[in-house]
């Protein structure tokens, strides 16, 4: 088109509109983010499963042919056993929303003749997240806590023995096999307790979520309203030396959790498996160390010694008028070492990073000096 007064060039567009296929618009397009109350379809930290290992093959039936060789005796050979089921930790899963309530291993092959073997069934692998209890009849089985280990569900079935095996002097021609052997069957109930190093611990809107968004990459959900966080949520910290510490934000206790109230049992699960534990505070609030002696007394009722773990009281919300009021008679009441901050403006975050290192340096020397090997991320 002819160039017109008042009318600026900007050079040719980013892509040709001739043609369909280079009109389109090639934007990389952000992921969606999902909302805490649609994260609760997808994050599963209970699933129960029947499991059955594959039936064994049969043994063989047949009798040598050959010309000139009228009498070649039996050659069935035994069938191949049948495969198993084993979970295996993946640290790259994360729940087991993705775990089906039923999974049976692959049958033995039957034994065929010339002494051949039937082929094993192949074994089925179910990947479950790293920190899966096993339980089967209120009983654990198996306690999955590092990448890569395995435990055998259900075992696969022995394969049959053919007519060869019966061989003897006494039967020159046996003309009977076995079946294959059916698999283990059981039903059993996993349980995820998530495996982090420090776990936030604190009543609703105390602000453990902005705190966890504050020193690390995770991006729970954050609202004023109570219970916003419905799911337990893994942030790593990361440090210089590239070490890295994994802090929990479980979701907010109450009075009574210990027998099921609120959210109840089904997060002070997640507690177990932190080594140290943070204990949030909102120091805006009347009598923080109330708060304290309420959580502390929560978790003594749930597991005995749970509250007795290595510990901070991360004073939260320092921004705010009544919080400085209350940070001197929090010192006061509390043993413990109390670091004021505030996640929203950032201020003294760098104490907290400090300590939170000291208790993980700790707790890698305790575990090096039992001879056990560290948890690391």
């Excluded at 700790?362 to 000096?369: A, I, L, N």
Aim: proline fraction near 6%; glycine fraction near 12%; charge should be positive.
């Amino acid at each position: 088109s002819p160039w017109k007064p008042g009318l600026l060039l900007l050079g040719p567009p980013a892509f040709s509109t001739t043609c369909a296929r280079c009109a389109k618009d090639r934007r990389l397009r952000q992921k969606r983010a999902i909302s805490e109350r649609q994260l609760t379809r997808y994050f599963v930290d209970q699933r129960r499963v029947r499991v059955v290992g594959g039936q064994g093959g049969a043994g063989g039936h047949s009798f040598h042919s050959e010309p000139r060789k009228v009498f070649g005796g039996p050659d069935g050979g035994n069938g191949g056993d049948g495969g198993h089921v084993i979970f295996k930790a993946d640290q790259q899963m994360k729940s087991l929303s993705s775990v089906f309530p039923f999974y049976q291993g692959f049958h033995g092959g039957r034994g065929g003749s010339k002494n051949c073997y039937g082929a094993n069934g192949a074994h089925v692998y179910v990947k479950v997240p790293v920190g899966t209890l096993v339980k089967e009849d209120g009983r654990v089985v198996a306690d999955l806590t590092e990448h890569g280990e395995e435990y055998i569900a259900a075992s696969g079935g022995a394969g049959g023995k053919g007519n060869r095996f019966f061989l003897s002097n006494e039967n020159r021609a046996p003309t009977f096999f076995t079946p294959g052997e059916p698999g283990q069957e059981r039903l059993l109930h996993l349980e995820l307790k998530t495996a982090a190093h420090a776990g936030l611990v604190g009543f609703p809107n105390a602000g453990k979520s902005s705190l966890l968004r504050a020193i690390s990459r995770a991006k729970p959900a954050v609202a004023a309203y109570p219970f916003t966080t419905l799911n337990p949520h893994v942030g790593i910290v990361h440090y210089q030396d590239y070490e890295q510490v994994a802090v929990a934000d479980i979701p907010g206790l109450m009075e009574g959790a210990h027998q099921n109230r609120g959210l109840g049992m089904a997060f002070l699960k997640h507690i177990e498996r932190c080594r140290f534990l943070l204990y949030v505070l909102d120091l805006s609030a009347p009598q923080p160390w109330a708060q304290l002696r309420a959580l502390k007394r929560e978790l003594e009722a749930y597991g005995r010694g749970l509250s007795d773990r290595p510990c901070l009281v991360v004073g939260n919300k320092i921004d705010l008028a009544q919080s400085r009021i209350n940070l001197p008679l929090l010192r006061e009441q509390v043993a413990d070492r109390v670091i004021a901050l505030s996640a929203l403006t950032g201020d003294n975050l760098e104490e907290l990073l400090l300590q939170l290192r000291e208790l993980y340096d700790t707790y890698v020397s305790t575990e090096q000096s039992r001879g056990q090997s560290p948890v690391k991320w």
